[in-house]
């Protein structure tokens, strides 16, 4: 791997694997680790638990995600499947239930994010918007609808 880090990690790798919960994990590759790390804190309200210029690690809605640069994945078999990709995540919506979509959508804007599909109540019983993120990730805060 072509790692850029220039401080020390807050734990090692092996620990941290060891510390993760069972369930469902996301990782993103990302072109852009500073960007990426913005939108999750300012947009979507993250916690970072730990960022540098190769790797991250937040916190959202009780879920552990994490975020690697593309340059930290060079020797990965996953590699192949970001090259040349112009849409990372196509067809994919990473859902956030129990985030306040109005308010994701504000931030959203406020920063210069697309908002392709701002809140509305869906018939599904879910008040929800659809966010576009660096690297065109898409995230879709849901709230449930009050009967």
């Not at 939108?39 to 979507?44: A, H, K, S």
């Not at 540098?52 to 078999?77: K, P, R, W």
């Not at 931030?107 to 065109?136: M, N, Q, T, W």
């Amino acid at each position: 791997m072509a790692m850029k880090r220039s401080k020390t990690p807050w734990m090692k790798a092996e620990d941290f694997g060891r510390s993760l919960p069972h369930g469902l994990g996301v990782n993103l590759l990302v072109t852009d680790m500073a960007a990426m790390e913005a939108f999750c804190r300012d947009v979507l309200g993250a916690r970072i638990i730990y960022a540098d210029e190769d790797f991250a690690a937040f916190e959202l809605l009780g879920s552990i995600f994490m975020l690697h640069a593309d340059h930290s994945y060079l020797d990965n078999s996953m590699t192949g499947v970001t090259a040349g990709a112009e849409t990372r995540g196509a067809g994919i919506e990473l859902r956030l239930y129990g985030a306040d979509p109005d308010a994701v959508e504000k931030r959203a804007a406020a920063f210069g994010h697309i908002v392709p599909a701002g809140s509305i109540d869906k018939p599904h019983g879910l008040r929800e918007c659809y966010i576009v993120g660096p690297d065109g990730y898409v995230f879709v805060p849901s709230a449930q609808l009050q009967a």
